[in-house]
């Protein structure tokens, strides 16, 4: 199985709501990545967690929280977005968290700020 | 600062010819650097890594070369198809100091490649 999983979808959510994006794995990767992509524009990396641990924050807003529960799951809880945080929300994973090893992508979430 | 550049926002083919995108980068000590495929509302497909003291590798009808002297990789599409009409990204992975590399990848803004039947 050499697949993420990323749910939901789709997400509209208000600038006071809470809500969380999920990622998943069974590969038995230990590196598990949070990317933001604007329309044609490159994916961004937000957060590294290498072995349940954050290993980089790329300086993300506060309102961005990630959690890694186990080595399969990677939650972003979202709280208090701005518009601008319209963006399509891409997991990834890799064997370890080095420049050897590929990254696998899920297919996404796209998330719309009213 | 450091930049990596995909000099062809988009490139446009007739099937059956060899597609070539660049992959220039400045300011840069990559060990590694790879190569993505990415489809609309998709995520990016890993396609090839090449290291720094690899001058080309290949993969089917894909051939990536890294010239570490001039600071670029070259990504070839031999016998293109249609199919093969996708947005093309290439990303580097940095050396630390001490000889190793984390999985920070930065990608450079994606070539989109269209082949014509």
């Known amino acids: 199985d050499t697949e993420v999983t990323q749910t939901p979808k789709h997400l509209v959510m208000g600038m006071t709501n809470k809500k969380s994006l999920k990622c998943e794995q069974h590969?038995?990767?230990?590196?598990m990545y949070w990317y933001k992509q604007k329309a044609k524009k490159p994916p961004e990396l937000m957060f590294v967690?290498?072995?349940?641990?954050?290993?980089i924050n790329e300086s993300v807003p506060s309102r961005f929280s990630p959690e890694c529960p186990n080595s399969s799951l990677l939650n972003l809880h979202l709280h208090a977005l701005q518009p601008e945080d319209s963006a399509l929300y891409l997991c990834?994973?890799?064997?370890?968290?080095?420049?050897?090893?590929?990254?696998?992508f899920g297919p996404g979430t796209r998330l719309t700020v009213t | 600062s450091q930049k990596i550049e995909q000099n062809s926002e988009a490139l446009n083919i007739q099937e059956g010819k060899t597609a070539t995108l660049t992959c220039n980068y400045t300011?840069?000590?990559?060990?590694?650097l790879q190569w993505y495929r990415q489809d609309p509302g998709r995520g990016p497909v890993f396609l090839l890594l090449?290291?720094?003291?690899?001058k080309e590798k290949r993969k089917e009808r894909l051939k990536v070369t890294f010239d570490t002297t001039l600071k670029q990789s070259l990504f070839h599409i031999t016998a293109s198809q249609p199919a093969d009409s996708a947005t093309y990204l290439c990303?580097?992975?940095?050396?630390?100091?001490?000889?190793?590399?984390?999985?920070?990848?930065?990608f450079g803004q994606g070539t989109i490649l269209t082949v014509h039947p």
């Open positions: 990834a994973s890799s064997r370890t968290q080095t420049g050897t090893n590929e990254q696998y």
């Open positions: 590969m038995g990767h230990r590196a």
């Open positions: 967690y290498s072995y349940e641990k954050l290993s």
């Open positions: 300011n840069y000590s990559p060990a590694y």
């Open positions: 090449i290291r720094e003291n690899e």
């Open positions: 990303a580097l992975a940095s050396a630390l100091a001490g000889g190793t590399s984390y999985g920070k990848l930065t």
